[in-house]
């Protein structure tokens, strides 16, 4: 079964891997959508719900879809496959979340290129209702979203491996220093020490109301996977990359660990700048787009740093949008023998047909919706709620309970040392992440 597949590239080594992984995991779903998502669920008690989940759901889940793809060296659908036919449906319910989340992914990453426009032509940014206006209007978000589409179709059509690994082991590290100018930006603005309270302590009041803790479980639950690109196939794609000597559990924990900390600290930039100039913490997902540039105003050298972020969410978008793209149009290599070039043309053609739709249901088809929301809302919660807990929930069955944790051992002391978590993760895998995934499922159903 070990037999190297030829032509399958490897990462240089595991600093590439661990940078390339969290380049797909640090995304719009760090600096956009946690802080928001954190602003309308609880704040603090959001997070500490994200931080228990990141830990028994993240770290044992991407482990072993890490070690799958290093054992089977395949893509997400052939792993299952090779390992057990029946659960080919997996890989299938996977690409169909990635094709959904891609569709309006885009339509996120065109506002970010509007702004990196609107910086560079010296446009007025930090006017929020600009961006209400933006967003809801029928023609400007749609070309942006579009060209969004088209950058990341073009950097898959070229083929990725290389440049996903050069680009994120680059940017990544200017993003979180760059991060880290805001964050201090934003905390000594005056009135910010609201937002950190705001952020971090949990408000008990969640406690006595029933249905806003559910939700806030729900979507700290969905968030994590969201933002570790878990149930995707995605660790199980680039962990098929991956050398045989190099130690999963730790670059594991390392990307675990990177992800989260970029949340935060995304949250800790724009929080405490939300307080400090009266804005609504619950602004909900313009909150980025329009507290941010409010804040390089107020700062020397705004517009230029206000660029240099927007061109680095940019980048950490495009890491993201490309992984997804790539998920999908392998499948269609790989199953239906496809070309390269056709295959990413068709998918994300249709991807950017229908993340059309999902812009122009923020205006003029807002009046279109499905379940009291409209179109943009319905993708985020089919996928964060419905198909992402399915895929994780069936991940660790299959991982715990037919490949078994065994074989999972077997995998990850190959480079030599000790699986010294083997107890706590078969335990976590097994029967914590499952109960737990299948409960908070339910909860999400009929809490709405
Ligand atoms: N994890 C990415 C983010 O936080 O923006 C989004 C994402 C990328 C999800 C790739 C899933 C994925 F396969």
């Not at 705004?302 to 978008?317: D, K, S």
Request: charged share 10%; hydrophobic share 55%; with cysteine.
């Amino acid at each position: 079964m070990d037999k190297k597949k030829t032509g399958r590239g490897h990462f240089t080594g595991s600093l590439g891997f661990v940078m390339a992984a969290a380049g797909s995991a640090i995304g719009l779903g760090n600096l956009w959508k946690f802080p928001y998502v954190a602003g309308i669920s609880g704040g603090g008690l959001f997070i500490v719900f994200y931080l228990i989940f990141a830990l028994v759901l993240g770290i044992p889940i991407m482990l072993s879809e890490m070690a799958v793809g290093r054992k089977t060296q395949l893509n997400a659908i052939g792993a299952f496959r090779s390992i057990d036919k029946k659960w080919s449906f997996v890989g299938v319910l996977e690409i169909a979340c990635a094709f959904i989340i891609l569709s309006y992914y885009s339509v996120v990453g065109g506002w970010v290129m509007k702004y990196i426009g609107s910086y560079l032509t010296g446009a007025n940014v930090s006017d929020g209702a600009a961006f209400d206006t933006f967003v809801s209007s029928p023609v400007q978000p749609v070309i942006w979203h579009l060209l969004f589409m088209a950058v990341t179709v073009v950097v898959v059509i070229g083929g990725v491996q290389k440049g996903i690994e050069t680009c994120s082991k680059w940017l990544l590290p200017l993003l979180f220093v760059l991060l880290i100018g805001v964050v201090v930006r934003s905390v000594t603005l005056p009135g910010s020490m609201e937002g950190l309270k705001f952020l971090f302590v949990p408000d008990t009041a969640l406690l006595s109301d029933p249905k806003a803790l559910i939700d806030s479980i729900v979507l700290a639950m969905g968030q994590v996977f969201f933002s570790l690109s878990l149930g995707l196939g995605i660790a199980i794609t680039y962990g098929s990359y991956l050398k045989k000597d190099t130690n999963i559990t730790k670059d594991t924990c390392t990307v675990v660990g990177l992800d989260t900390l970029m949340a935060l600290l995304a949250g800790m930039a724009i929080m405490p700048a939300v307080f400090s100039f009266g804005m609504e913490p619950t602004g909900g997902p313009g909150l980025i787009f329009k507290t941010l540039p409010a804040v390089f105003d107020s700062m020397p050298l705004g517009r230029f740093f206000g660029l240099a972020f927007f061109f680095l969410v940019f980048i950490a978008a495009l890491t993201s949008a490309i992984a997804l793209l790539e998920v999908v149009t392998s499948f269609f290599i790989d199953t239906f023998h496809w070309r390269r070039r056709t295959a990413t043309l068709v998918m994300g053609g249709l991807m950017a047909l229908i993340g059309v739709f999902a812009s122009l249901s923020m205006g003029p088809l807002s009046g279109f919706t499905i379940g009291g929301m409209n179109l943009f809302d319905a993708m985020g919660f089919l996928t964060d709620k419905i198909l992402m807990p399915l895929a994780a929930l069936a991940t660790c069955l299959f991982v715990g309970h037919v490949w078994g944790v065994g074989k999972v051992t077997e995998e990850v002391e190959r480079c030599g040392k000790r699986f010294a978590i083997r107890r706590v993760y078969g335990f976590l895998i097994r029967w914590v992440a499952p109960t737990l995934i299948a409960v908070i499922f339910v909860m999400g159903l009929i809490g709405g």
